[in-house]
């Protein structure tokens, strides 16, 4: 039983992995264990969180654009000359755009949709090879897949293209899954709440926001960074060996009450 979560020895990649959720389950990664990739578009920031998260462990920075094709086959190929498997990949990076639906721009779609869901599946072709190696019928890669409550539920803001991307995500989860189980992958996802971030820092300016934000979960607080680090831990690990398709809400039970 002592080994049923453990990752010691394995590897992955985590995409947005310089901040917010991406970092916070690299750093439960390479804490680990898990010699952890993290990739971000702003190099100066990635190789920041690289170096603080290397006082747990191995985590190497890899710079890269994931909204262009060009982006995803530059990583994928540092990652192939560095790497001969791959045992565990994080989709995690993401975008999101407001603005009211009358005034909702073409451009705020488009790139919400490219890296929220279209990278996410040109990443996992990419990756195949890698995550082929590592795959067994005792112990299968894994393909963590990062959505959203926002995706189950109104998230009352105009974040259209967020919300549509991230149900989307969900159904590719389910559709990869099914696609490549006899390959031994597996493929879940993740569906958070209310986790302080960049993109949430709206919600989390002022102690009284933060408070307000707090009183909106039924548990009464916001995620911290082991509250996204264990569900990928647990996904990652052998506990999880039989689990594929699913998607796993961490968000304090906000879904379930509305």
């Known amino acids: 039983m002592s080994d049923l979560f453990s990752l010691e020895g394995k590897t992955a990649l985590v995409t947005g992995g310089s901040r917010g959720i991406g970092a916070m389950i690299a750093r439960g990664l390479v804490a680990a264990g898990v010699k952890t990739y993290i990739s971000a578009r702003k190099e100066a920031e990635l190789v920041a969180t690289a170096e ?13 654009d994931l909204s262009t094709a060009e982006g995803i086959s530059q990583l994928t190929q540092e990652l192939a000359g560095r790497e001969s498997r791959l045992d565990i990949l994080v989709n995690n990076a993401g975008a999101t755009w407001g603005a009211p639906i009358d005034v909702f721009p073409e451009s705020g779609w488009d790139r919400v949709l ?4 279209k990278a996410p ?5 990419k990756c195949l090879p890698l995550l082929k190696a590592s795959a067994s019928p005792e112990a299968p890669a894994r393909i ?3 959505s959203s409550i926002n995706a189950m539920r109104h998230s009352h803001m105009d974040n259209f293209s967020y919300s549509a991307s991230k149900a989307g995500l969900i159904a590719l989860t389910r559709h990869l899954a ?7 992958i597996t493929v879940n996802a993740v569906a958070p709440g209310m986790f302080p971030s960049r993109m949430t820092a709206f919600l989390y300016e002022t102690e009284e926001q933060r408070r307000r ?11 911290d960074w082991e509250d996204a680090a264990g569900p990928a831990i647990f996904l990652a690990s052998r506990a ?9 809400i961490v968000d304090g039970g906000v879904a379930a009450n509305a």
Request: charged share 10%.
């Open 52 to 64: 603080g998260l290397s006082a747990y462990g191995h985590c190497i920075p890899v710079p890269a």
């Open 114 to 117: 490219d890296l929220n869901l």
């Open 121 to 125: 599946f040109f990443l996992v072709q």
């Open 144 to 146: 963590i897949n990062v």
């Open 178 to 184: 099914a696609n490549l189980a006899r390959s031994h």
């Open 213 to 223: 934000t707090d009183a909106m979960v039924p548990l009464g607080r916001s995620g």
């Open 240 to 248: 999880a060996a039989f689990v594929t398709g699913a998607t796993l």
